[in-house]
């Protein structure tokens, strides 16, 4: 029986990815043959609404002192972390007498530019590695998970927060029990929760089933936010679409009855019940969708072996961990990955042992196709490339189907 994460109560599966690794696993030459794999299923709670895996690793096996994912290697992300920032200074109206905290700060690409403004905050970043690189920025962290006990020593070691940020981060915690304790505690009467994810109705309308691997263990949606809110006497007072991630939404979340609740969270709501999202239903051709999908890329890719092109692949992405090992993409369909992360370079990708090099030597690779694994940052590396791509050269891309450019 599986069991909802949240209210307890049981669920079925909707989709079935099979035996997955590690998405940020890169492998070396040494652990090739030794990669941790676990079961990857997606079930969706009919009584609280929250879609979530069946089964996650254990969190240390996922964020450690070598974790692979350094949220700066996106320009337009560091403008986006930027506005954000600034969007809650506003609302929040902080200054130096203020109290930030940030759960997942990774890099150091939000807290940073609370630093700049002179607003004191706190990073909570178990990933020491990443951890490493905040500091080199000036960024306080603790390297930590963030749960309930931790937002005590935090209170008893600093002071109680006007705002508690978070990014990419809490759909990756099963515990959010003790997270939203732990968030009850630390913020202040009238401070706010505000944090961003990859959004549920966007990735049943785009099928982007990438989202989905061992980190992302929750689709959040409106319509689960404000009931997990609700059984910790706090409220979802706002909702923002962002671009990005493919599609992300950002919630605001107070001390129930302590602000006024916008109308984005009721039009919201009732969007995501018009599109189903609080019965099975909706879910039922998702599993379809994305054998779709993988038909259709597979059968291109054999296609151009066939033909002889060179096909090489962009951004060593955790999405693409997903699709490579569900789709059985291996270096006989595309030769390799090229990133600009170097703890990635010179290793295989997970499970499918794609190699990923250096960005640098990916001009003089000539390929005649190029499979974009990194697609919610299109915009930013399309235009990076342009001229280099205009000379005969394809994009590959496959959310929500398969296109060459
Ligand atoms: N906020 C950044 C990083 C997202 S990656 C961004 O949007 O780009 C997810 C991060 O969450 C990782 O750095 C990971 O180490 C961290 N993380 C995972 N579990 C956590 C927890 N319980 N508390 C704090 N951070 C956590
Ligand atoms: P991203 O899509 O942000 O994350 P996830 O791991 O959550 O699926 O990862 C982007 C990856 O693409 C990262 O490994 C860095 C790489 N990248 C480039 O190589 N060049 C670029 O211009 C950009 C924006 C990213």
Known sequence: MNQCLICESEYQSFVDFGDMPIANAFATKETLNDEYTFPMKVGFCENCNMVQLVEQPDRERMFHENYAFFSSTSNYMKDHFKRFANSVSKLQGLDKNSFVVEVGSNDGIM??????????????????????VA???????????????????????HKKA????????????????????????????????????????????????????????FLFSALSISHLANMHDLELIDVEYQITHGGSMRYTIAHKGAKKVSENVTNLIKREKKLGLDRAKAYSSFSDNVDQIKDDLIKLLKTL????????????TSKSTTVTNYFGITPDLVECIYDTTPIKQN????????????????????????????????????KKEESYMSNGKHWITYIPKVEID
Request: hydrophobic content about 40%.
């Open 111 to 132: 807290l940073q530019n609370f630093v700049t403004d002179n607003i004191p905050c706190l990073g909570v970043e178990p990933s020491k590695n990443v951890a490493e």
């Open 347 to 382: 290793k295989f990708s997970p499970g499918m042992h794609i190699p990923v090099l250096p960005y640098e030597q990916f001009h003089e690779s000539d390929p005649d196709y190029v499979l974009l694994f990194a697609w919610n940052h299109a915009v930013e590396i399309m």
């Open 305 to 316: 072996k066939n033909e002889e092109k060179k096909v090489v692949a962009y951004g060593a």
């Open 162 to 217: 006007d705002a508690i940020l978070s990014a990419n981060v809490m759909c990756h915690i099963p515990y959010m029990h003790s997270i939203y304790d732990g968030v009850k505690v630390l913020l202040k009467n009238d401070g706010v929760f505000i944090f961003e994810d990859p959004y549920l109705g966007e990735v049943i309308e785009k099928t982007s089933f990438d989202q989905i691997y061992d980190e992302h263990v």
């Open 135 to 157: 500091r080199k920025k000036g960024v306080e962290v603790i390297t930590e998970f963030f749960d309930q006990p931790l937002a005590e020593n935090i209170i008893a070691t």
